[in-house]
């Protein structure tokens, strides 16, 4: 089995900076697209930001210029880093990963348990 490990939510006061992690472990053969999702409150979750396993990025327009995705695939990890932060952009942010396990070549779709963002003055 395959889980997704998150870390780096909080509080944040507007014009400030999170950098969210997010680390796969288990039987992995390969991670192919990962991407950061956020829920707000009250509404659906959304798109933030996706990287391919060659790092080709996308953002959603409000994360643009502001939020940065990267991996780094030794350590089967994804990062966010967001600076200028609005309040807004609170929400509960999770992971996601396209995995391949290691005995089994069929891509399935993993979801972190998600962190909470807060950004408030």
């Known amino acids: 089995q395959v889980q997704l490990a998150e870390s780096g939510g909080g509080l944040v006061q507007p014009g400030g900076s999170l950098r969210l992690s997010c680390q796969a472990s288990?039987?992995?053969?390969?991670?192919?697209?990962m991407g950061w999702y956020r829920q707000p409150p009250g509404k659906q979750r959304e798109l933030v930001a996706i990287i391919s396993s060659g790092g080709t990025t996308n953002y959603a327009d409000s994360a643009k210029g502001r939020f940065t995705i990267s991996r780094d695939n030794a350590k089967n990890t994804m990062y966010l880093q967001m600076n200028s932060l609005k309040p807004e952009d609170t929400a509960v942010y999770y992971c996601n990963m396209i995995i391949t396990l290691a005995t089994i070549s069929v891509p399935r779709n993993y979801w972190g348990q998600g962190t909470q963002v807060t950004v408030s003055s």
């Open positions: 288990g039987s992995i053969g390969s991670i192919y697209v």
